[in-house]
């Protein structure tokens, strides 16, 4: 390892000896923090930048994708990962997030396997495709949120005759971090699979809100629900409308069973922003991906201001200031970082406005 | 106070001395433990005994009532409590918990107060009726479940033509075993007030399983879901019944945004038990009132059984054995004391079966 | 069961439909509530009333009882409970709390048995005696708070040459409110147990703040630690003294693995007030029952002045004002039922200085 | 950003069809997830390595830090780093945890700041320090563990004649994989500063265990109490011993008034292993440092054996078999990112004995 060199002001005699202290430094194994200065700034220093994915962009690499890159070439996850350019090239949306892009093509299958990675999809084009969790098969349709929580089985079948699109989002950097990766892949695929319109999740635990199973069943570290429907989604931002005064309306995604996060380390909301409405400005520590569902609106993201439209994603580093303002009616899906912050103790937010 | 006087079995001279002890520990507003075998039993000593009350009766009288006692009579909370015949004279169903019908003729108001005793009602019959809830307007209707928690303010008013009635529960006997009653009556009753169609207590926190607002408001000790619709409780009803294997289902009514008891002291849950099937025989620490919502059953609480129909009641005592066979399909809501003997470590349960 | 009697005010025709229809609900087993207005009172009516039992009696009554009451007539739960004269002759402190003195002579043995209702000691005068709680013998001296939680196993042994009294407190006028009492006698008394000098539970979990073993033992509802010795007690009240500036102090004795009450029904506190000092006058919902452990004062609760020395005893009813003023440095070992309370949303304290 | 290549393994006239979508997609600052298949590995790659490090070296290139760098020169926080040849010339020990020796010579002072990166100190050598904890004063002695939690001032002062030593351990790479590094340096130091010998934290929070103010103060993410005394732990580990059935004992450093860990994001807890006897060998999701404070033992982590002597430390990595067996009794101090991995749900451990 190489040794991080003093340099003395003046040449004295005493140099050599504290050069040849920092080799001995070194050759020990240990560093100097005082010549690291850099590493504790006074604020989140600015690795991942504010940045945007335009949905064409992002539609026409997925189909491009469908047609290049066969099963035997990969396609089995046929996922186009958000690279953040502020992040050395590696393939993350920020620093805590994988956001990406994935396509299924008619007949396709995405084999099993689970990880201690979470995952999310939000279903933004297509139809037919249903996931299998923990054995449980998920249909899949726009608008909807599925999850395939840590160390879940997963695989993804589109037996129909178009394709699908969605967007993932794993908390793989923050895992990867705590270096806490695990993976497995899983048995055979299953063929000619009847699927249920309801997932059993959903039967179980879907039901309403404040209506849960009379026995409860042991609790795990996410959500028993998997998936939470559009039209249930679209009907709250809709009621909780009606009582905002400022155009602006957001539900969180919770554990039906503790009213939580639907997983420790990803919180998961939906934001709707009617036509010339804003959101309020503020900026917090931890970062998160959002996508575009519906409408059209102008994002500020620090400096930065972006101009965004159905389907568009983009990405919101640590202690950015950020606020929304529609341009059309517009809905947007938003992952974060929040709980595990907050379980950290690490959370804090202010308000900019 | 009288002194208890014990009984020597031979008549020595020590006789006079003890008596002379009890005496003197009488007079300090002592009292001497080795004379009171009875007041530690070895399992919880029956003084609710299990009972049942017949709808038919039941709405007799409340209609009765109607008849009979005008507001300026008392007729502003026009309530019947089920009186359990082995409390005494005590109005109360079982030891923690007090049960009623209430009747609101057309055109009445039950005017505005509130307590620490937390109240529910479940509507058995009649539309119309909406309650008041800390100033939230919630509609009535057969089959639903609305709160009034600890210290909530409310009122009930029946605008239309038609009288209803409604279950009543209360935890007063267990808030008055505590010694923490407190009451208070509202200011002069509003007139003529529109009504909405859901509450904004619906209208927040009702729109689905695991759909919350984003911004958390403050945590209180109960719901701020203070309506569980019928609609809403048979169809989770329906659908957790196809995954049953034994013809019986059940839901409990939580908090939405906590997945805990509506409130802490009361426990309420719908059970539906398909024609032939039984629930499990079991007896648990703490009583509980039913209400037969829909159907038919035979009952067998500790040595007694009961043949139950539409709207009929049952009081179910500490300890006592309990199970439900169904003759038609039936449905029973049902409060308990469950909530406060698991916070105070006491709950335990034994299957029989 | 009597009929509630309706007095008409007039003497009209209607009168025989009242009393008929009274007649009716009382048949049902059924009661109206407009009749009983005395049901919710205001604030929590006056039933146990403030009241002190001074300790000379209290000793020489105990005493007396160890002279009269061998063993065989009821000895071997040698207990003088405190009897609220506002309680009717039932023989509880205040109605959620039984206190009581009880008296162990040299040579004694109280055998074992166990109850839902929890029970914890305070040790006044004595020495050499030891309790074995589930099995662990905890011995007592002057000043320690042993408990004996719910459904424990507990018996009390007296091997040395002078008699013991402590304070003994149970929650069992609350879990008799609860209907939940379950008792269980012991198999046969040991005999020549030795006795180390601390408890397992003490060596486990007694060892100094913040220091718990490393593995977690299954939680309980209630504290592993099952003595409290009065050198830390006292260390603690001096230490938390001299960082006082009104001089008064105060501990709560707590789960050392989770810093809650040590029990679900009773919290245990620890107060010394310097000579001339007082405490803030409060009042709060629910009761505590107080031991006056080292020197003397005046207690005010609600309208009623008591003058306390040195082992004597006082109730404070639910919802009394109470201050202490001390006239000799004085300090108060206090049992009450605000976990209880506080975990069924009863809670409120009013302060009233 | 350079495109990750696809190599067609054939030639075909595919081939530059499929480059040409490489290069789409990273221009539209995409990746393919096919292309990436280490991102998942099966269990946790190992890049921080097994590694020890020798306390005479640590101490003689402190010491010469002494001398080398004066305040002007970095001096004010002279703080050798454990670098893990693991990890690519970063100065961390683990993945998660940095771990350093901090020199502070006699007279010298480091003055304020505050970082979200919590930090802890465990004394080794020297004696009359004592570290300025949000304005409490905290003396500091061998053995003794110091807190100063996220967000909390800190400075150290040294007005003795000795020189302290002493292990620093952050969550620095932790809170940096997070992006919620925030830091502020303090106004001017304090001078002439009185120290008690406890601080105002040990007098309210550290009397004994399950001794806690009445009054409770508004709960933080970390405990309260800042010094956990050698003289304590040492008792504890005494007594725990005492209890032990195969010469190891292990006690955990809690928040007194939760029960639960020091702070969110780092465990602390001492390890005592008698001379011949061995600790059970596990691993686990999650990394640790530990320091030799006593004694020597060969210590197996992973493939490697080390053998450490007093002072030594050492770095366990995520998912290293690990096991400590004792050649003369030993004492070790350990931090680990536990209750981090168990907030998040990403905890596992696996016994191999």
């Known amino acids: 390892m190489a040794s991080p060199k003093f340099t003395a002001p003046d040449g004295m ?12 430094v070194a050759e020990a ?29 992002l539609k026409e690499l997925a189909e491009r994708s469908g047609e290049l890159i066969p099963i035997d070439r990969g396609g089995d996850r046929r996922v186009l990962s958000l690279s953040n350019p502020g992040l050395a090239g590696q393939p993350f949306a920020t620093q805590t997030l994988w956001g990406a892009v994935q396509y299924l093509g008619p007949g396709e299958v995405a084999p099993a396997h689970r990880h201690t990675a979470a995952a999310l999809r939000f279903v933004i084009e297509g139809s037919g495709v249903w996931t299998l969790v923990n054995g449980d098969p998920v249909p899949m349709a726009p608008g909807d949120l599925v999850l395939t929580p840590c160390w879940s089985w997963h695989e993804h079948h589109n037996p129909g005759n178009t394709p699908m699109i969605w967007f993932d ?9 705590l270096d806490a990766i695990f993976f497995e892949n899983g048995p055979d695929r299953m063929v000619n699979r009847a699927v249920d319109p309801a997932s059993r999740s959903e039967l179980t635990f879907g039901n309403g809100a404040g209506l849960v199973p009379f026995e409860e069943s042991e609790k795990q570290a996410f959500s028993p629900l998997f998936a939470y429907r559009w039209k249930d989604t679209d009907r709250t931002l809709t009621t909780l409308m009606k009582l905002s005064n400022d155009g602006t309306a957001a539900l969180k ?21 009617s036509a010339g409405a804003s959101t309020r400005k503020f900026r ?26 159905e389907g568009d994603m983009f990405a919101v580093p640590s202690w950015c200031s950020f606020s929304i303002e529609a341009t059309q009616d517009a809905d947007f899906f938003c992952t974060s970082d929040a709980p595990a ?10 308000y900019l406005d």
């Open 341 to 350: 912050m907050e379980a950290l103790g690490l959370a804090r937010t202010e």
């Open 13 to 24: 005699p005493r140099k050599n000896e504290v050069d040849e202290f920092y080799d001995s």
């Open 284 to 309: 917090r520590n931890g970062s998160s991906i959002w996508v575009t569902y519906r409408g059209s609106a102008i994002v500020s993201i620090g400096e930065d201001r972006f101009h965004l439209d």
């Open 253 to 273: 995604f919770v554990d039906p069973t503790r009213g939580i996060d639907v997983m420790p380390t990803m919180r998961c909301s939906m934001h709707r922003v």
């Open 169 to 177: 989002a794993l908390d793989l950097p923050l895992v990867r971090s």
């Open 29 to 57: 194994d240990l560093q100097p923090l005082w010549t690291q200065m850099g590493i504790m700034p006074e604020t989140p220093p600015l690795a991942a930048i504010p940045y945007a994915w335009k949905w064409k962009t």
